[in-house]
């Protein structure tokens, strides 16, 4: 189906103010985003405009009663062109949260070509390669003014971006957390949605005031296996194998952990998905066969564990040797986003410089 999305352009860019040396991460917003409204039936009147406030009810159903969900996806800039990193995969997440939380499914025609012109149009907003990537970021929210617990009727679906530098500067120290729980069996843990984030917050906050940049989320009926961090997936590299969470209904299906299995295993790695125990992980640290940690993630990339706390155990391990799996997997997966590989290519989608 043709989609046409109007288009209303920002009379003066804000990228002169933009130090790219200086950028952090989510706190700068390129110039335009997208909107589109669904009206009960239909996803109707799709633009591209000036990024700016929403005007909402008190009464927004979102804010009340949470069906709010997004994505993470990120644009790269190779040599000559700007790619997407399997931005279809993204939306497929959307939809697959969007079901579970009663919300309406975004069309992938509609959410591609608003991606493309978006990314287009802002493409000056894409750092250079040495110094970041353009955070992408689409949502969707209820927006019934509505007091009472039911599926809001309309919606709002929304993309903006932002150029980013690294969201973790440095090797992590997390702390397992064995008290608190992200998610449960029947749960909401394999969506991106909103109440996710917000309830780790409160274990987060007490894991910084510790000393502890994250939590290790473990299962919650026994807290004794390893699931995830608070902003990512979660590897532990073994001696002779690499081993991350199997995916149930309480971890996030993380796309960066699906492209790091995959690449891992195409340069030749053992990765195993399976049940991961917290024993299990110091028992090898004390034998010598655990190698390395690293977390996963859109926003975080691939970055060393370096500390793991669990009571009052630690493990800590080296993360600076040319050996380090973390590192070389990074690389590659950076090589596949830019366009300096030729494995995987199915993954980049260019970004076709259209509007002048
Ligand atoms: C991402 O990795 O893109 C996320 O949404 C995680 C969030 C902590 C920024």
Redesign the pocket.
Known sequence: MPHNINLNRINKSRIFDVDFDNIG??KVFSDHMFIADFDGQHWSNPSILPYGNFSLSPATSALHYGQSI????KAFRGENEVFLFRPSDNLKRLNISGERMVMPAFPEDLFMVALLQLIDLDRAWIPPADKGTL?I?PYMFATDDFIGVKPSEKYRFAIFTCPVGP?YAKPLKVKVEEHFSRSAPGGVGFT?CSGN?AGAMYPTKIAQSEGFDQVLWTDPLTHTYVEET???NFFAVFHDHIATPALSDTLLS?L?RDSSIQVLRHLGYRVEERKISVHELFEANNNGTLKELFIS????TLINIETLAYRDQIINLVTENSQNVTQIIKSKLDDIRTGKSENFQNWRVTVPSVIQ
């Open positions: 991460f989510g997004f994505e993470g996806m955070y970021r969201y991106k984030y608070g902003t990512t993380g960066t993630g859109t926003a975080a």
